[in-house]
């Protein structure tokens, strides 16, 4: 299956694709943690002004990423509950509809202060085009994928491969359909992307990190390619 990985800024990559080029976008962004320029410093997200001009910059790379997809695709972005108004505004801002709020329960409690209670979950924003369903509607906007706090690559955001794989599968993409990642992280989309047999293109701007992702899905890749010979040869 086709793989294009690009290593460089999204906003200047995704520049590059034609419209309606793409049938669906996952992608795992930054959560504009330490994104404080005035007030408590102490504080993780900043102060509304601090938000709020986040969310020009979710709003540039979400208008190309909504240009990219075709009138039947769909767009999963993950998020946590404290860049809720930064993904709201930008998604409203450019009236692209944020249809369904997918809580992934980790089935694992995270460290946390004594004055809050100790996270479980993160979400998952759906954003559909006019022309994307969701064919199984026994679907629940609640899954339980257990993650721990030790990742296996040691990428500090990343995500389950059978989570990915499984909005993938949710999706009811069309055979060799083409899904775009514009934060790739350590390579999960892609390797959830070979599993379910789809065309995938990746863009990192950490070149560590876009190596890291390289030879893990270079690796899913030619791991597939011997399961494919050794079913071959038994036959």
């Known amino acids: 299956m086709e793989h294009k990985l690009?290593?460089?800024?999204?906003?200047?990559?995704?520049?590059?694709?034609?419209?309606?080029?793409?049938?669906?976008?996952?992608?795992?962004?930054?959560?504009?943690?330490?994104?404080?320029?005035?007030?408590?410093?102490?504080?993780?997200?900043g102060t509304w002004a601090d938000m709020m001009n986040s969310a020009y910059w979710f709003q540039a790379w979400y208008e190309m990423v909504w240009n990219l997809?075709?009138?039947?695709?769909?767009?999963?972005?993950?998020?946590?509950?404290?860049?809720?108004?930064?993904?709201?505004?930008?998604?409203?801002?450019?009236?692209?509809?944020?249809?369904?709020?997918?809580?992934?329960?980790?089935?694992?409690?995270?460290?946390g202060g004594q004055r809050g209670l100790r996270?479980?979950?993160?979400?998952?924003?759906?954003?559909?085009?006019?022309?994307?369903?969701?064919?199984?509607?026994r679907v629940p906007d609640i899954w339980e994928f257990l993650w721990p706090a030790t990742k296996p690559t040691g990428h500090p955001a990343e995500k389950p491969v059978d989570l990915i794989y499984e909005i993938i599968q949710t999706s009811a993409l069309p055979e060799g359909a083409t899904i775009l990642d514009p934060f790739m992280g350590s390579g999960t989309t892609g390797v959830a992307c070979h599993k379910a047999g789809m065309k995938f293109i990746g863009i990192e701007q950490d070149e560590a990190f876009f190596e890291m992702a390289r030879k893990r899905i270079e690796a899913a890749n030619n791991q597939g390619m011997l399961e494919l010979r050794e079913r071959t040869n038994r036959r």
């Open 6 to 45: 690009y290593c460089g800024d999204c906003l200047e990559v995704m520049g590059q694709f034609p419209a309606a080029s793409i049938d669906a976008v996952i992608t795992d962004p930054p959560y504009i943690i330490g994104a404080v320029s005035v007030g408590n410093m102490s504080s993780k997200t």
């Open 69 to 111: 997809l075709k009138t039947t695709g769909c767009f999963w972005t993950f998020l946590n509950w404290k860049t809720m108004p930064v993904i709201m505004k930008a998604a409203i801002s450019l009236s692209i509809p944020i249809t369904s709020m997918l809580i992934w329960d980790k089935k694992w409690i995270g460290a």
């Open 119 to 137: 996270p479980r979950y993160e979400m998952i924003a759906l954003m559909a085009k006019p022309d994307f369903v969701i064919p199984d509607r």
